[in-house]
């Protein structure tokens, strides 16, 4: 795991712990997040708010997610398949 990706995780952790698990779309997600769709995640030379990630990832999500562990690895996996990090 890449320094980058170690710290993007923690903070999609950190930010989606707090939906109200499981989550069945996008839109459940949003209410956990600090700064809603425009709360931004950074690593490295990499960052894009929550908005861009959604659109970016749409195709490579897999709801409903029953814990944030789920979710983020997804996340990650889809980021990696977009070349975004």
Known sequence: MTD????LREQFTEAFEGADFPVSNQ???VPALPNGPG??????DVSFTAMEMAAKLGS???FPYDNVEDLVDNVI???KAEDMI
């Open 27 to 29: 839109m459940d997600l």
């Open 77 to 79: 996996e889809g980021l």
């Open 39 to 44: 709360t931004k995640f950074e690593a490295g």
């Open 4 to 7: 980058v990706e170690a710290e």
């Open 60 to 62: 490579h999500q897999e």
